[in-house]
T-cell receptor, first 116, second 112 residues
Framework: GAVVSQHPSWVICKSGTSVKIECRSLDFQATTMFWYRQFPKQSLMLMATSNEGSKATYEQGVEKDKFLINHASLTLSTLTVTSAHPEDSSFYIC????????????FGQGTRLTVV | GENVEQHPSTLSVQEGDSAVIKCTYSDSASNYFPWYKQELGKRPQLIIDIRSNVGEKKDQRIAVTLNKTAKHFSLHITETQPEDSAVYFCAASKAAGNKLTFGGGTRVLVKP
């Protein structure tokens, strides 16, 4: 099956610093990856769509200058949380789909970000 | 944009009984409806999905029904087991592989 890996699985950072989260498709190429955020006991909310070789598309209310997304290759997308604050503490999950149509999304294992 | 409502938010059932979770969606252009099971701190796992050209799909103890006219779909779990305890999410998108809009989730507890 298709494997999507996120790194790191968890990270603790100080307020005001930046954190980079990687999402890799290990055994397939993904032209599109999605980034979701999940607060405790809540649902997954789409933050942005990451497109290989072009700018990400952000959902309404998500600050593109705060959540920088780079999708430089067909197997890697990164999400950088800049100037992190405690309210950014959350579970960040990426998903990727294989090239072509009609295929399911494969999720990374998620990254637990805690800002102190 | 799409809006997905999910009910109930919590569901407690006795082992062996059935569990039913219902979702409604707003965008008539949605054609793909997956269901995910998520355990605490883990990634969502696809348990079953249905496309708009199908009214019902079954996989062992799990079944999903779709009513496109009414814009609602449901998950049915029969003969529940303690290992079915988890949070279940429905979702909708225009096609498999497109961005997903998730329902609010249902916390299912199966009592032995």
């Amino acid at each position: 099956g298709a494997v999507v890996s996120q790194h790191p699985s968890w990270v603790i950072c100080k307020s005001g610093t930046s954190v980079k989260i990687e999402c890799r498709s290990l055994d397939f190429q993904a032209t599109t990856m999605f980034w979701y955020r999940q607060f405790p006991k809540q649902s997954l909310m789409l933050m942005a769509t990451s497109n290989e070789g072009s700018k990400a598309t952000y959902e309404q209310g998500v600050e593109k200058d705060k959540f920088l997304i780079n999708h430089a290759s067909l197997t890697l997308s990164t999400l950088t949380v800049t100037s992190a604050h405690p309210e950014d503490s959350s579970f960040y999950i990426c998903s990727a789909t294989k090239q072509g149509i009609g295929t399911e999304a494969f999720f990374g294992q998620g990254t637990r970000l805690t800002v102190v | 944009g799409e809006n997905v409502e999910q009910h109930p938010s919590t569901l407690s059932v006795q082992e062996g009984d059935s569990a039913v979770i219902k979702c409604t969606y707003s965008d008539s252009a949605s054609n793909y409806f997956p269901w995910y099971k998520q355990e605490l701190g883990k990634r969502p796992q696809l348990i079953i999905d249905i496309r708009s050209n199908v009214g019902e799909k079954k996989d062992q103890r799990i079944a999903v029904t779709l009513n496109k006219t009414a814009k609602h779909f449901s998950l049915h779990i029969t003969e529940t087991q303690p290992e079915d305890s988890a949070v279940y999410f429905c979702a909708a998108s225009k096609a498999a592989g497109n961005k997903l809009t998730f329902g609010g989730g249902t916390r299912v507890l199966v009592k032995p």
